[in-house]
């Protein structure tokens, strides 16, 4: 199988710009996570979609939006970009069913710079 | 807040030599799970460990759980040069509507 694919793996920006990514999970897992990693703050929660549906939601301004589509891909979109938001992205995947305790399956993240 | 926090921050042992990691967290939790991350990947899933449970072993790997103490520690035996990268604990949700916690992690190195 595949493993999760995160795309663009780099991407520079500027402040006050938008910024989509995108995550592919793996075939048959309907849950994906998004995490942000930052040298200050590490590893924190932003979202889980699950069949399409928001289940749970971290503790992140409204700045920050994902959604997921019909095939499990989500979408993760950041406006109005502040320098602050420079941090490694990265997409989780699993199965989604059978309790909340599955491991979780990782990308290589998307690399974000504000400048 | 984050509720694991791994102890030490940074780790510097040679080849051979075993490696131990702490975790601690802060609230009731349904399992415990260990994740590896070299320089500019993802997250790797090394091993999950209930709250029921107290040791679990995968290959090199020694996990074991304290809920008394709201503690966890990973042992890495015969380490390797290719063990180095930073150590995550993460703490699992009792129901939905919760999510993951990771800690800050553990930098790793092992000196060839």
């Known amino acids: 199988k595949a493993g999760v694919t995160q795309t663009p793996r780099y991407l520079i920006k500027t402040r006050g710009q938008q910024v989509t990514l995108s995550c592919s999970p793996i075939?048959?897992?309907?849950?994906v996570s998004w995490y942000q990693q930052t040298p200050g703050q590490g590893l924190q929660f932003l979202f889980e979609y699950f069949s399409e549906t928001q289940r749970n939601k971290g503790n992140f301004p409204g700045r920050f939006s994902g959604r997921q589509f019909s095939n499990s891909r989500s979408e993760m979109n950041v406006s109005t970009l502040e320098l602050g938001d420079s941090a490694l992205y990265l997409c989780?995947?699993?199965?989604?069913?059978?309790?909340?305790?599955?491991?979780?399956?990782f990308g290589d993240g998307t690399r974000l710079s504000i400048l | 807040s984050q509720q694991g926090e791994e102890d030490p921050q940074a780790l510097s042992i040679q080849e051979g030599e075993n490696a131990t990691m702490n975790c601690s967290y802060k609230t009731s939790i349904n399992n415990l799970q260990w994740y590896r991350q070299n320089s500019g990947r993802g997250l790797v899933h090394l091993i999950l460990i209930r709250s029921n449970e107290r040791e679990k072993h995968s290959g090199r790997l020694r996990v074991t759980l304290d809920t008394s103490k709201k503690s966890s520690s990973l042992l890495i035996t015969a380490s390797r040069a290719a063990d180095t990268a930073s150590y995550f604990c993460a703490t699992g949700p009792l129901g939905r509507g919760q999510n993951f916690v990771f800690g800050p992690g553990t930098r790793l190195s092992v000196l060839p």
């Open positions: 989780a995947s699993s199965p989604g069913t059978g309790g909340p305790n599955q491991p979780q399956h």
């Open positions: 075939s048959g897992h309907r849950s």
